[in-house]
C-alpha cells in the first residue's frame, strides 16, 4: 500500500489483551504494516535475520513510544524507527548469498551490487512496495528532486542491463520483489511478537506508580533549579570563550588554532539541495592544507567553431592564509605566478607585462586569482551556491576519490553546470559549464588531475616551475604548425565542435540581421597561441551562408561590437593570463569581411562602443603618457581618432540617443576612486558626476543617463555579442 494511503493510527478500539486503547491500537498498526517493515528492514541490513531483529525493536519501539505519548504512532514515525534500527544492525551485515532464479534476476541484481543501504531501500519502496516519490522522500528524509534523479539512474542500469531482453516493468518489479522480500513471519509468530510487547508494556503502565500532587510540584521546582543551572554554566563557558578571546589579543594565552577542521558525513546521492549547498559553503572547514592540479578544456562560447583551448592551473593553500598559484597554457610553461603569504598578495605576468605587490586580507578572492580554480577550491564563494537548485545525477570517482555528480540549476529552471563534488570535502573534482539556447552546449570542462589534502610543504617541483614564470619569454611564440606536446597528456579526451553546413551566400543577401558563427582552424596549434591572438584565420558564417574567410580575434580574450545597423563588427584583444594583448583597434564591414582596418594603429585600445550612426567609435585608451590617454573619438571610415577628454581609467562606455554625450565609469586622476561620468563629446567637458560608494546595480532615477534606454553599466561584450543580430 502506498504511504499517501496510510490508513489512520489513532484507533480506540477494545483492548483485546491488557492495557490501554493506545497500546491496542499500535498493535493493531504494527500488525498491519509488519511485512512493509521488514521488507524495509531487510533492503537495508540485506540479512534476513538481522531483519527480523531490526523489526523486533521497532515493535518495542513503538509500544514505548504509544505508552509514554499517550497514543498510538504514526506509521510515518514507525516507518524512521525501522530505518534507524537497522541502519545500526547493517554495520555487522555478512555478505550476501541471494541467488539470482535466473538471467534477468542476474543482470537486475548485478545492477544493484555496488549500491549502498539508501539506494536499496529506496528501490525496494518505490518498486516493491509501489510508494509515490513524495512518500520516499519523507522516508528518507531528502528532496524529491533527489529521489527523482537517482530513480533515473535505476532506470538507466535496468537499461543498460537488460540490454537484448525485451522485459517490461512487472517482469522488472517481479524480479525485484525477489530480491528485497524476505521470508517472513507466519501469522501466529507476528500474533505472538505483538502480543508479548503489547503485555510487557500493558504491564509496565499498570505497576508504574501515581505521582502525588506535592510530588509533581517537587518535580517542577527541580526542573526549573536544573534549567537555572544549566544557563547559568552555560553564560560560564561563554564568558570564559570571551576572556580566552581577549587574553590572545593581549598577547596572554596561547592562540587558538587558525583553522577548525572537522569531519562531516560523505554526500550520498539521497542528500538533499540544501545539504548539498551547505557542504559546498563549509568546504574550507573540511580540509586544511591541499595541493591541486587541475586542466581545463575550454571550448569557447556558443557561436565559436573550432578547437578547444587548454589551460593548467595548479596551487598549493595552507589556510587560512598562505597559497601559491601557477597557471598557464597546458602545452607551456606556467605564464603568471600568484601569492599570498604574510597579508601580502604578489602577482607577476611578464605577457601583460604586470608585477604587483599590495596588501591584502585572505579570503578566496585572494587565495586564489583564477576564477575557474577558485571556484573549485572554494565553492562556497562560487555565486552558485547562493542560489539556485542542486539536484544529484550519479556518483563516481576522480582519483579514486568518492565524488557525488550534481546538476545546478539556475533561477529559471536551465542546467547550467555539472559538478562532481568530493563526497567528503565538497571541493570540486570536475566542472563542467554548459551554455548555448538550450543549455546543452558544452562551454568548459574542468578536471583535477592531481590532488593531496594535508600536504603540509608546497612540492619540491613548485620551485621549479616558479621559477620558470619569470623566463617566460612573450616574444618568442611557437613557431607555426608547431606540434603541441602538452605536459602531462590531457586528462579528458578533447572534442571540437562540428561546422554545420554551409553554402555560399546568395546574390542579394544581407547579412545586417543575420545570426554569425566564427570557424576557426580544428587544430590545438592554431587556438593555443600566445601572440597574434587577434589575427586568426576564421570562416564567418551567416545564418548558415558562408561569406569570406577573415582574420578575427579568439574568443577566449577578444573584445568585440557590432554596431546598430548590423554590418560592421570591431574587436580587438586583451590577454586570458596566457597569451600578449593585441589591444589594436580593428573592423571590418560583413559585405565585404576579407578586409580588415586598423584605424589609430598607435592606440592600445581597453573598451570601445558604438556610436548610434554606425560610423563613429569611443574608446578608452592608453597611449604611455598620462596626458594622452582617455576616451577617443575615432572615425572609422576616414581612421582618423580625436582625443575628447584625459582621463586615468574609463570603462562602461554608454553613448546618449542623440549621440551628444557619452556616460562611463571612470577616474579623471590616476588613484582617485571611480566615478560615474557624462562628458559632452564635442566640448569634451564634463556635465554630470556622482560618487559610487558601493558596485552599482541600477541607475538612480535622478540621474541623466536613467532615461536613455540602454543598460549602465555594461559589461564589453566579446564573441557572443558579435554573433548576435543587431536590434
Known amino acids: 500500500m502506498p504511504a499517501e494511503d496510510l490508513p489512520g493510527a489513532n484507533i480506540h478500539e477494545p483492548d483485546r489483551v491488557t492495557g490501554s486503547p493506545y497500546l491496542a491500537a499500535t498493535g493493531e498498526l504494527l500488525r498491519e504494516r509488519a511485512s512493509d517493515l521488514l521488507l524495509i528492514s531487510y533492503a537495508i541490513t540485506d540479512d534476513q535475520n538481522l531483519a527480523l531483529k531490526a523489526l523486533r525493536s521497532t515493535f518495542d519501539q513503538g509500544f514505548r513510544h504509544a505508552r509514554g505519548a499517550q497514543k498510538a504512532p504514526e506509521f510515518e514515525w514507525v516507518c524512521q524507527q525501522a530505518i534507524k534500527q537497522s541502519h545500526s544492525l547493517a554495520r555487522s551485515a555478512p555478505p550476501g548469498t541471494l541467488k539470482p532464479a535466473g538471467e534477468v534476476d542476474a543482470r537486475l541484481w548485478g545492477a544493484l551490487e555496488a549500491s549502498d543501504e539508501r539506494e536499496r531501500l529506496l528501490c525496494a519502496l518505490y518498486y516493491v512496495l509501489g510508494w509515490g516519490v513524495e512518500s520516499c522522500a519523507r522516508a528518507l528524509k531528502v528532496g524529491a528532486n533527489a529521489v527523482q534523479a537517482q530513480l533515473t539512474i535505476f532506470e538507466k542500469r535496468f537499461n543498460t542491463a537488460l540490454h537484448g531482453f525485451p522485459v517490461g516493468q512487472e517482469e522488472i518489479k517481479a524480479s525485484l520483489r525477489r530480491r528485497f522480500e524476505p521470508a517472513g513471519l507466519s501469522p501466529g509468530e507476528l500474533d505472538e511478537w505483538i502480543e508479548q510487547a503489547q503485555r510487557s508494556y500493558a504491564a509496565k503502565e499498570a505497576a508504574a506508580p501515581k505521582k502525588p500532587t506535592a510530588i509533581l510540584a517537587l518535580s517542577a521546582v527541580l526542573a526549573a533549579l536544573v534549567v537555572v543551572l544549566c544557563l547559568a554554566s552555560g553564560w560560564l563557558f561563554f564568558g570564559q570563550g570571551l576572556l580566552k578571546r581577549f587574553q590572545i589579543a593581549q598577547g596572554t594565552a596561547p592562540a587558538l588554532p587558525s583553522v577548525q577542521i572537522r569531519r562531516a558525513a560523505p554526500l550520498r546521492w539521497l542528500s538533499s539541495p540544501e545539504t548539498i549547498a551547505a557542504r559546498l559553503r563549509e568546504s574550507s572547514q573540511l580540509w586544511r592544507t591541499l595541493w591541486i592540479d587541475v586542466q581545463t578544456s575550454d571550448y569557447g562560447p556558443a557561436g565559436y567553431l573550432g578547437a578547444p583551448r587548454l589551460y593548467r592551473s595548479q596551487a598549493w593553500i595552507s589556510l587560512p592564509d598562505q597559497s601559491i598559484e601557477l597557471f598557464g597554457l597546458h602545452s607551456q610553461p606556467p605564464s603568471s605566478l600568484h601569492t599570498f603569504s604574510e597579508d601580502r598578495i604578489t602577482y607577476f605576468n611578464p605577457f601583460i607585462n604586470l608585477s604587483l605587490s599590495t596588501a591584502g586580507s585572505p579570503a578566496p578572492s585572494t587565495l586564489i586569482q583564477n576564477d575557474t580554480l577558485r571556484q573549485m577550491v572554494f565553492p562556497g564563494a562560487a555565486s552558485w551556491a547562493q542560489r539556485g537548485e542542486f539536484r544529484a545525477y550519479d556518483t563516481g570517482q576522480i582519483l579514486d576519490i568518492n565524488a557525488l555528480v550534481v546538476d545546478w540549476y539556475n533561477e529559471f529552471g536551465q542546467r547550467e553546470e555539472r559538478l562532481w563534488v568530493d563526497a567528503q570535502t565538497g571541493l570540486i573534482l570536475r566542472s563542467q559549464l554548459f551554455g548555448g539556447d538550450d543549455f546543452n552546449l558544452l562551454v568548459r570542462d574542468s578536471v583535477v588531475t592531481e590532488i593531496q589534502y594535508d600536504q603540509n610543504f608546497p612540492p619540491a617541483r613548485l620551485s621549479t616551475e616558479m621559477r620558470s614564470v619569470g623566463s617566460s619569454s612573450p616574444s618568442n611564440p611557437p613557431a607555426p604548425n608547431q606540434p603541441i606536446l602538452p605536459t602531462p597528456a590531457p586528462a579528458l579526451e578533447l572534442s571540437s565542435r562540428q561546422a554545420p553546413p554551409v553554402i555560399p551566400a546568395p546574390a542579394g543577401f544581407d547579412s545586417a540581421s543575420s545570426r554569425l558563427v566564427f570557424q576557426f582552424p580544428n587544430n590545438l596549434d592554431a587556438t593555443n ?85 554606425s560610423r563613429r567609435v569611443a574608446a578608452f585608451a592608453t597611449t604611455g603618457s598620462a596626458e594622452t590617454t582617455g576616451v577617443y573619438l575615432i572615425d572609422l571610415a576616414l581612421g582618423e581618432s580625436q582625443l575628447v577628454i584625459p582621463l586615468a581609467e574609463a570603462s562602461s562606455l554608454v553613448w546618449s540617443p542623440d549621440g551628444e554625450s557619452l556616460a562611463l565609469l571612470g577616474a579623471v586622476e590616476k588613484g582617485e576612486p571611480v566615478e560615474a561620468l557624462l562628458i559632452h563629446v564635442r566640448t569634451g567637458q564634463i556635465s554630470f558626476r556622482a560618487a559610487l560608494n558601493e558596485p552599482l546595480e541600477q541607475i538612480p532615477p535622478e540621474w541623466p543617463m536613467a532615461n536613455w534606454g540602454s543598460p549602465f553599466p555594461r559589461q564589453m561584450g566579446g564573441l557572443e555579442q558579435c554573433a548576435a543580430p543587431s536590434k
Open 529 to 613: 597561441i600566445q601572440a597574434g591572438t587577434a589575427q586568426v584565420p576564421a570562416l564567418i558564417i551567416a545564418d548558415g551562408y558562408r561569406t569570406a574567410e577573415t582574420k578575427f580575434g579568439l574568443p577566449w580574450m577578444l573584445r568585440c561590437e557590432r554596431s546598430p545597423d548590423g554590418y560592421l563588427l570591431a574587436f580587438n584583444t586583451g590577454s586570458d593570463g596566457a597569451s600578449i594583448p593585441d589591444a589594436r583597434l580593428r573592423w571590418l564591414d560583413l559585405r565585404d569581411p576579407a578586409r580588415v582596418y586598423a584605424p589609430a594603429p598607435e592606440l592600445n585600445v581597453q573598451s570601445f562602443a558604438f556610436a548610434a550612426n
